[in-house]
Structures are given as structure tokens and as C-alpha cells.
């Protein structure tokens, strides 16, 4: 049973990574490979914050710092590239990450970093008759959260509407009279915002490294693709499924463990070409 | 004030005269170029980093000295990113270039490729921190040399310490690939020759995020130790990770590569009181390590060498000799000095065999402890030469 | 099936007639080109210049391989080291299990991608494009993590060496590991490919594709099959960068898992679009242009990834159809104002 914890823990994680790359999908069709750059800027951010300032507040920054370079990510690249086949702003997606790298290299040393729980989070419950660690218990909570404000967001408000039409249909949703420019802008800041956040939240589980995008970022498109690209529940449902196999694989097939997520998204692909949750054609 | 003038005057030509007699001295000799293609970005930069700080410290101390063999020693760094075939691009380049004595490769399988390439680029290579058996052993090559512990000689150091533990049942936590399966391997030998039951095997893949499963397997298991084969980044998450399930306070925690000094540096608290096997470490002491750790500090202040650091400075201190014993920088002339040949390391006097190329060293455990107020893995137990590196390694036909 | 046979005959006899009358011109041109391959050795006298062109015109090879398949199928992969790998390791295996005279072996590793890819195909190439290339990207990470952990016959991480007979097709190995010599052979190889895929896509089957690419549907209601036609691009594709991972094999005797990691993919995948795709050469430029850049600022700072970083950002910002596409616009340009010049 504490298994199937764990491996909410890593689907809770995975979402909200994931579920940034949705959003930048949805309205700007971009395939953001350095979205496990913005992560690990994310935790550098928040860690060098978190240094002066504390944990919540590091937190705040980084989800904010983020979010303005996200804002101006969408404005100088995403924008002027709209018009381009995807494979370019992919391409700039790859440049992007290798210049963060190296200036997160520069800027912050080569040395792997360790960040502590906060104090109010570092501790342990017992959990059916197991000590489990309070701060896993906090990972769950903020993509529950992530979860339901994105949800409220997008299901009661205008914003939210034009949002869900975009992601379904950028052209037909211009043309209606949204300015999908600006719309663009809030979502992508809110995507990049979203992987500052889980990038703050990943401090106290992993190393802090330049290159720990690298380790996360095809598990994140994994749980994109088999979601369906642009359907928010789908990579909620998907996350959380890729999360559970993949951590019960661990336990009791452990050599096949690191290829589950992917034979998931294949099975998946195999019977609904459009994902779990993707508009039909 | 003539004389403290003339002094001066004296002092200065004296100074000129030798730097010119040094300069033309080393104009005269061929310079002894070393080539380091190590990974100076990608995810072992760290350990890049550690090896480059040494090299360039050797380089400079060797200069400053007079140069090796009379000659000045130039060293060129390219970046590998530590991909095997990069490495092989970047070693070839560096020989090309005349920088054909090379060392300090952060990975195995980076050595390895680089090694059979060796004859036909003419040159030669001084492995400083790779571990895999095969460097000195089926894939040994007449211009591959090794100055560091192999795996071999760290699974001969786990049995003489694990006979010290009262603790019966262990479980294994190695990471999924040659190293750590090999490590896995060499303890679960030492546990039987011991005694001791392996009651919980993991093997989580290279570059995990999450080991919850697994440190949830080695607490249901029951296990009162644990050896841990994890290095690098990996080791970093699962020792925070194992610290909020409270595993180390539950278990006796041993390992291999998992608390370095770099990782300790890192991780503080977390790995206090887990022991480890050491290869090397700035606390021992020997004369000619004390002279070099203080050395070091003057050129970096405020830090100490690291294993890795150490045992690539044992490396430069190889090559020197052998050059200035072979009075050659000609890759083929250095590697016979090298072969059979005895150095003075800062580890002491230690043979290159020449069966195998393997430094015939001395292995140590130890723990995590305050050092003059640092927390550092510090040696307890020292294992000679002849038990740590057995062999020569039969599988090596040279 | 049986119906669609004599159809499809005529219309590749129709299309082949129609390529013959530039057939000739191809083949020349690639004729002088590898003709020119053959005197580099004697103008470069470096190794070391001649090992890095040697390299770059593999990579080349690996970029074409991937350019194609964007040109053809409007389909991009992220996991075409799979074939490259595949290849490498199939020779390296053979080498080891001795299950096959090495000449075979380069022709299994050719074929073995090109096979994997069309049965692959005519399941994934009907996918929205970017799930495509996320399967792709599953299929070669999947090898990947195999390769890692096979120990016992590939060496897991250590990789394995490449155990060669010491003639291959009469030819002394030797001359495929020295540079001058290996330099020819894979600059061969390249012009072949580029010549031979030219050929395939102004032939029928080549056209067909493109319009299939546009649209399928409607090329489907004109009575084609798409499916196969798609996979067979895939296959092409994946054989091209097998004969990659063959060169690679050869030349460098010893082979890891990082010949199938994604981190390779993506470098030939941006090789290609930085070189245009839409020019069946754009991708090698591409290769060469990168190579060459990565490895001058790899000399010059460990702070390469940042300028290359920034590089690939300006040039795709700048131009978007890559280097070729700048090409192929002053080369119209210029023929326009010759044209205007003379009226």
C-alpha cells in the first residue's frame, strides 16, 4: 500500500511538469524541449532564493521568475515562429537548452546541490504502520491543487474558455475575435511558471544539477503524449498512471522498470492514435 | 646602499639569467604535452572538474619546479561529455595534435574505447579514476595504463571489513549497470564468506528520480545493513531521499563511490556516520601526502584534494617519473619506462605491473566524520597492496 | 492487391521514363564529386583534419537519413539513432557471435533498420505527427536501456569492441580505420546516398509521397495507397542511417549504448533542420556546418554549449528553411536578375 503512495508521489511530480508542457502545447503547438531546462532553472531559482529568503518565498520567486521569462519567451520566439512549421521552434527549444545550461553552469557552479525540506515539512507520519516522509505528502497536495486551480480556471472563467478553444483550435478561435497573442503569453507564463514550481518542489527529492532536465524531460513528454497533447485531465490521468506502473515496476519487475512509461504511451498510441484523452479527428 | 643596490642588481640578472637558461633549456627539449579529454559539462562535470583541478595543480607545481625532465609541461583540456564516442573524437584530436600522453577520462566505458585506438594514434593513456576490471584486464592494451583502484580491488577490501560487522542481514542497493552490478556481485561473495545473509537485491536504473520504491524494499526486508553502489547524482537523491524515510536510521549504511568527498561536501548531515570504502583521501598520513595536501592549499586556498583529485595526481606523478626516467616524451619510450617500473606516489612507493599495467596500491575504509571540524570520509582501516590489488589480472594477454 | 499490381507497374514505368532524361545528370554530377572525394587526402595532408571530416560525413549521412524522411513524409524522428545504433551494434555482435561472413553483416545492418521500419511503420507513420515522433523517440531509448543492460554479450555500459576480419570486401580493414582512406569511402557513401534519394524523390514514388505528405486524404480518394508508400520512406530512411551506423562501426571498432541515446537523435535532427530539409543535400551541409562549429568552439571554451546554443537559436530565427532554403532563395534570385538582365 505505501507502494501505490510512492507512486502517486511520482505521478503528482510528473503532472505538474507535465502539465505546463500542455498548456504551452495547446495554444503555441510548440514542442518545448527545454521545458526540463525551465525545471531545473526553476530549482536553481528557488534554491538561490530559498538561500536568503526561505522555502515559500524561494518558491514565490521562482514561480514568478519563470512565469516573466515565460511571458517573454512567448512575446520575442514563440510569436514571431507561429508562422513557421514546429520543427523550428523546436529547434529553438533545443537551443534554448543548451544555453540555460551552460549559464546555470556558469552562474551556480558544476557542484551537484542538495536542498533540505523545509522545517515545517521534514518530518515523518505514520502511515499504515510505515514512517513516511511528510514532504512526499506535500508533493500530492500541490498537484492536487495545481490540479483544481487549473481546473476551476479553465471550466468558470472567460480566460479559461478561450483557453480550451485555443488548445482545441488556435485558427477557428483567432478568428472568432480572441486575441490568442495575449492568451499565449498568459499560458506560457503560467506553463513556465508551473515548471519553476515543480522545480522548487523537486529540491529536497533530487540533486540539483544543470543537466537534471535531461532526466526528467522524456518521462514528461511520455505522459504528454499518452494524455493526448492538449487535454489537461488526459495528462492528469496519464501522469498518475505512468507514475503508479512505472513505481509498482520497481518493485516487482525492476529490470523493465525504466521502460514501462514507455510501453504505456505505446499501448496507449496502439488504441486510441489520438491518446487517452485527445480530440477525436 | 651600493651594496643592497648592487644586491639587487645581482639578484635580478641572477633571476634573469636563470629564467633565460630555463627558457632556453626548455626550447631546447621537446615540451611534454599531456592531453586531458575529460567531461567538462554534461552530467559528471562535477567529476571534471575534481580530476582538471588536479592536473592543472601538477602542471604548475611542475613548472615551478624546473619543468619534467627539464622540460615544460603543457596540458590541453577537451570536453567529452563523457560519451564513449566523443571521447574516442576528442582523445584522437588531442593526439593529433601532439598532446599524446593523456589521462584523467571520467567514465569506464569513455577508457575503453580510447584504449584500443592507442597504438595507431601513437600515443598513451593513464587511466586516474575508472574502476572497470576490463582496463587492466581483457581489453589491456600495451599503451593503457592504470593508477587507481580497479573494482577488483575495492570487492577485496569488503571482506576484511565486513568480518568486523555483528550486523547478519544486509541488503544491496547498486545502480543498474556494469559497475554496480559488479560492485552487488563482490558483496554478495563477502557476505558468504562471511557469514552474512543478502536478504534484499536492488538494482534501480541509472539516473532514477524516485527510490522511494526502493528504499521502501530494503525497509520491509528486514535488513540490519545496506551497501550501497550509487555514485554522482544518483547517489546525491537516494542518500536525501533514504535520509526522509529515516533507512539510515535504521540500517548500517556502507558503500562504494556513494559518499565521496564531493558527495559529502553536498549532502552534510545527511551521510554522517556511513562507511565507505576509500581509494584515497587528504586525511592520510604519510609524509608525501601531507606536503601534498598543504601544497594544494596554497594553490586553492581554503579546500583539500578529493579522492578523485588525489588519485589523478598520482596519475601526473606517474607520467612524470616515467618520463624523466625514460628521457622521452615519445609515447613508446614512456610507456616502457612505465611498465615494471616503480614511482614514488603520494600513496608511497608503488609498482606498474607489467603483466597488466595496473599500479599495485593499498585500498582503505573508512567513515563519515568531522575532520578539524569538516565532515569528510576519513580512512579507519588501511588493506596493503599485496591484499587490495590482487592479480595480475589473467585475463590480460599483453 | 492483384488488381492494383499492373496499375501501379505502369505508372513507375511511366514515372521511370520520365526520370531517365535526368538520371544521366545526376549520376555524373555524383560521379565527379566522389571523384573529387578521392583527391582530399592528397590537398589535406592533416590526419587530424581528415579523422574530423571523416566523422562529420558520417554524421552527414545520419542527418540525410533524417531530412528525408521530413521531406517525404512530413514526419520528423526524434529516435533515428535507433538505426544507427542498431546497425553498429549488429556489426559488433556479428563480430563477436561470428554468425555471418562480415561482408553479409554490412548488408544485414543495412537491412535489418530498413525491415524494422517498414513493419514499424505501417503502424506509426499514421499517427498525428508529433505522437510519431515520440514513438520513434520510445523505440530507440527502449534499445537504449537494452544495450545498457545486456552485460553479458554487449558490455552493458562499457559498450563492445567491433571485431573485424581483416579484408572486408577484398579491401585491407586497415583502410577503413585510417583516416585518408575511410574519408574516401564515407564521402562516397554520402554522394551515393544523395544521388540515389535524389533519384527516388523525382521519381513517381518520390512525387507520390510529397503529395501524399500535403494530403493524404486526398490522395487517397485518387485511388493511391498511402500507407506503404509511407512506411517504405521510413525504411529508406532507417537504411540510410544503418549504412551511418555501419561507417561509424567500422571506423571507430568499438560501439556504446550512446550510439542509440536520444542525445545522438537530437543532434542529427538538428543537423538536418539547420541544413533544410526541403534540399535532399540541405541536411549533410547542415551536419558538416555543425560539426565543424562545435568542434571549433569545443577547442576554443568549455562554454561551447552556450554559443552553439545561441547560433542555432539566431539561425533558425533567421532562416527558418535553413541553409539550403537560403540557397535555393539567391540562387532564384540571381537567375531572375540574369533573366531580367538579358530581356
Known amino acids: 500500500m505505501i507502494q501505490v503512495i510512492n507512486g502517486l508521489v511520482y505521478g503528482s511530480f510528473l503532472y505538474v511538469l507535465a502539465v505546463g508542457l500542455v498548456l504551452i502545447f495547446g495554444l503555441r503547438r510548440v514542442t518545448n524541449f527545454a521545458h526540463g531546462s525551465f525545471f531545473m532553472l526553476g530549482a536553481y531559482v528557488s534554491y538561490a532564493a530559498a538561500a536568503h529568503l526561505g522555502f515559500w518565498t524561494g518558491m514565490i520567486v521562482s514561480v514568478a521568475a519563470l512565469a516573466v521569462f515565460g511571458a517573454l519567451l512567448d512575446r520575442f520566439v514563440f510569436r514571431p515562429l507561429s508562422r ?32 533540505s525540506a523545509p522545517e515545517a515539512l521534514s518530518g515523518s507520519v505514520t502511515l499504515f504502520g510505515s514512517q513516511f516522509p511528510t514532504y512526499r505528502l506535500f508533493v500530492i497536495a500541490v498537484a492536487i491543487a495545481v490540479a483544481l486551480g487549473l481546473a476551476v480556471w479553465l471550466r468558470s472563467t472567460k480566460v479559461g474558455l478561450y483557453v480550451r478553444a485555443s488548445s482545441v483550435d488556435p485558427v477557428t478561435t483567432a478568428m472568432q475575435g480572441v486575441d490568442t497573442d495575449r492568451l499565449s503569453a498568459l499560458v506560457v507564463a503560467i506553463g513556465t511558471g508551473l515548471a519553476g514550481l515543480s522545480g522548487t518542489i523537486a529540491g529536497p527529492l533530487m540533486a540539483l ?28 490521468v496519464a501522469a498518475l498512471v505512468i507514475g503508479q506502473f512505472h513505481n509498482l515496476g520497481l518493485v516487482y519487475v525492476p529490470e523493465v522498470a525504466s521502460v514501462i512509461p514507455l510501453l504505456i504511451m505505446a499501448a496507449v498510441l496502439g488504441l486510441r492514435p489520438q491518446g487517452l484523452a485527445g480530440p477525436r479527428k | 646602499m651600493i651594496d643592497s643596490k648592487r644586491a639587487t642588481f645581482l639578484g635580478l640578472s641572477a633571476v634573469a639569467v636563470s629564467a633565460v637558461l630555463a627558457t632556453s633549456a626548455w626550447a631546447a627539449k621537446e615540451p611534454l604535452k599531456i592531453g586531458v579529454p575529460t567531461s567538462l559539462t554534461g552530467p559528471y562535470s ?74 595507431r594514434w601513437n600515443a598513451l593513456y593513464v587511466a586516474t579514476v575508472t574502476k572497470a576490471n576490463d582496463i587492466t584486464g581483457k581489453q589491456c592494451q600495451p599503451r593503457l595504463f592504470r593508477v587507481n583502484r580497479p573494482d577488483y580491488s575495492d570487492a577485496a577490501v569488503i571482506q576484511p571489513w565486513l568480518a568486523t560487522r555483528s550486523e547478519a542481514k544486509w541488503a544491496i542497493v547498486a545502480a543498474d549497470y556494469a559497475w554496480g552490478r559488479g560492485s552487488g556481485e563482490g558483496f554478495r561473495n563477502a557476505a558468504a564468506a562471511t557469514g552474512k545473509t543478502v536478504v534484499s537485491e536492488n538494482y534501480p536504473p541509472l539516473g532514477s528520480n524516485d527510490y522511494a520504491a526502493f528504499i521502501q524494499k530494503v525497509l520491509d526486508s528486514g535488513a540490519q545493513g545496506m551497501w550501497v553502489a550509487l555514485a554522482g547524482r544518483d547517489a546525491i537523491t537516494f542518500a536525501r531521499q533514504a535520509k526522509q524515510f529515516g533507512l539510515f536510521d535504521k540500517v ?7 559518499t565521496t568527498d564531493g558527495t559529502v561536501k553536498v549532502l552534510g548531515d545527511v551521510v554522517k556516520g556511513i562507511n565507505t570504502i576509500i581509494n584515497y583521501s587528504a586525511t592520510l598520513d604519510t609524509p608525501a601526502n601531507r606536503k601534498f595536501v598543504s601544497d594544494w592549499a596554497k594553490a586553492y586556498p581554503g579546500d583539500s584534494p578529493t579522492n578523485f583529485g588525489g588519485e589523478t595526481y598520482i596519475g601526473m606523478q606517474v607520467i612524470f617519473q616515467a618520463v624523466k626516467k625514460a628521457g622521452s616524451v615519445k609515447p613508446a619510450d614512456v610507456a616502457k619506462a612505465m611498465a615494471g617500473g616503480t614511482f614514488e606516489t603520494i600513496l608511497g612507493t608503488q609498482l606498474m605491473r607489467k603483466e597488466d599495467h595496473q599500479l599495485v596500491g593499498p585500498n582503505y575504509f573508512g567513515i563519515v566524520e568531522a575532520v578539524n571540524g569538516t565532515l569528510r570520509p576519513a580512512i579507519k582501516m588501511t588493506v596493503p597492496a599485496q591484499t587490495a590489488t590482487p592479480g595480475p589480472d589473467a585475463n590480460c594477454k599483453l | 492487391m492483384s488488381s ?49 571530416m571523416t566523422q562529420a560525413v558520417i554524421h552527414a549521412i545520419l542527418a540525410t537519413s533524417i531530412g528525408f524522411m521530413i521531406r517525404q513524409n512530413g514526419l520528423t524522428s526524434f529516435g533515428h539513432a535507433a538505426f544507427f545504433g542498431m546497425a553498429a551494434y549488429l556489426m559488433a555482435l556479428n563480430g563477436k557471435l561470428d554468425a555471418m561472413p562480415a561482408e553479409l553483416a554490412v548488408l544485414a545492418a543495412i537491412a535489418v533498420p530498413a525491415a524494422f521500419a517498414f513493419f514499424a511503420g505501417l503502424i506509426i507513420v499514421r499517427l498525428p505527427a508529433l505522437s510519431f515522433s515520440m514513438l520513434t523517440l520510445a523505440v530507440a531509448q527502449s534499445l537504449y536501456e537494452l544495450m545498457l543492460r545486456w552485460r553479458g554479450l554487449a558490455g552493458g555500459d562499457d559498450g563492445m569492441a567491433v571485431r573485424l576480419p581483416s579484408r572486408l570486401f577484398g579491401i585491407d580493414i586497415e583502410l577503413f580505420q585510417a583516416p585518408s582512406s575511410m574519408f574516401v569511402v564515407s564521402w562516397c557513401a554520402l554522394v551515393a546516398v544523395i544521388a540515389i534519394l535524389t533519384l527516388v524523390a523525382r521519381s513517381h514514388f518520390g512525387v507520390l509521397t510529397v503529395a501524399i505528405r500535403e494530403n493524404e486524404e486526398r490522395a487517397r480518394y485518387v485511388g493511391y495507397h498511402t500507407l506503404v508508400p509511407r512506411a517504405l520512406v521510413f525504411a529508406l530512411s532507417a537504411a540510410v542511417g544503418g549504412l551511418a551506423g555501419v561507417l561509424f562501426a567500422l571506423y571507430n571498432a568499438f560501439v556504446t549504448p550512446g550510439a542509440l541515446h536520444w542525445s545522438l537523435s537530437g543532434e542529427a535532427l538538428i543537423m538536418a533542420v539547420i541544413g533544410g530539409p526541403q534540399a535532399i543535400w540541405g541536411p549533410a551541409l547542415g551536419a558538416v556546418i555543425f560539426f565543424v562549429v562545435k568542434n571549433a568552439m569545443g577547442d576554443l571554451t568549455e562554454h561551447w554549449p552556450a554559443i552553439i546554443g545561441a547560433m542555432l537559436i539566431v539561425v533558425t530565427v533567421l532562416l527558418p528553411q535553413g541553409i539550403s532554403g537560403l540557397l535555393n532563395r539567391l540562387n532564384r534570385l540571381n537567375r531572375r536578375s540574369r533573366e531580367a538582365g538579358k530581356a
Open chain 1, 84 to 115: 513557421e512549421e514546429p520543427i523550428v521552434t523546436l529547434l529553438v527549444t533545443f537551443g534554448l537548452l543548451f544555453v540555460l545550461e551552460d549559464a546555470v553552469r556558469t552562474i551556480w557552479g558544476k557542484d551537484y546541490i542538495s536542498v
Open chain 1, 209 to 236: 544539477s544543470p543537466s537534471m532536465g535531461g532526466y526528467i524531460i522524456i518521462d514528461c513528454f511520455i505522459v504528454v503524449v499518452t494524455g493526448g497533447l492538449t487535454s489537461f485531465t488526459g495528462a492528469f
Open chain 2, 46 to 119: 562535477q567529476l571534471g572538474d575534481e580530476v582538471k583541478r588536479a592536473v592543472e595543480f601538477a602542471v604548475n607545481e611542475a613548472n615551478a619546479a624546473g619543468g619534467v625532465d627539464g622540460r615544460k609541461v603543457e596540458v590541453r583540456f577537451l570536453d567529452t561529455e563523457a560519451k564513449p564516442d566523443l571521447a574516442r573524437q576528442q582523445a584522437e584530436k588531442l593526439a593529433l595534435e601532439g598532446y599524446n600522453i593523456m589521462t584523467a577520462t571520467i567514465a569506464s566505458s569513455e577508457v575503453l574505447a580510447i584504449g584500443p585506438m592507442l597504438g
Open chain 2, 252 to 258: 548500517t549504511t556502507a558503500g562504494i563511490s556513494f
Open chain 3, 4 to 52: 492494383a499490381v499492373p496499375r501501379d507497374k505502369a505508372k513507375v514505368a511511366a514515372a521511370s521514363i520520365a526520370a531517365e532524361r535526368r538520371t544521366p545528370t545526376v549520376v555524373l554530377a555524383a560521379g565527379l564529386l566522389a571523384a573529387a572525394g578521392f583527391a582530399v587526402p592528397w590537398v589535406v595532408g592533416s590526419q587530424l583534419a581528415l579523422t574530423l
